[in-house]
């Protein structure tokens, strides 16, 4: 099952970043693909959970970098408030944030994912 999700990830990833976009870029540069699963393993332990982002580049997400927090446990918030920096275009996305729903205690945006574009 997890060869499948990947291949078709992949087939999406590499499709955006064959698209024009109307600026003569990739659509994968404005674009952010989120690639969570809930099993860290397949023996199916939940931690440490892994994730991976794929594009953002023209909106200041730094791919090429393989972070490890096995021993330093984050929020799994963390990936979405680092995701939230590039749309919100904010060192602090979680001022932003409005709704209660979203658990903003003890959550930060992972450093270096993510610089503001120049």
Not at 3 to 21: C, F, G, M, P
Not at 42 to 65: C, E
């Amino acid at each position: 099952m997890q060869t499948w999700y990947t291949q078709k990830t992949a087939d999406i990833v590499a499709s955006l970043r064959e698209a024009t976009d109307v600026y003569g870029g990739n659509l994968l540069d404005h674009t952010i693909i989120p690639f969570v699963s809930e099993i860290s393993n397949a023996s199916h332990s939940r931690s440490p959970k892994a994730a991976l982002i794929f594009g953002g580049k023209k909106l200041g997400m730094k791919g090429g970098q393989l972070l490890n927090f096995e021993s330093d446990v984050r929020p799994h918030n963390d990936l979405w408030a680092t995701i939230a920096q590039a749309y919100f275009a904010s060192t602090n996305p979680l001022e932003a944030l409005e709704a209660e729903v979203f658990v903003k205690d003890d959550v930060a945006p992972i450093p270096g994912l993510w610089e503001r574009p120049g």
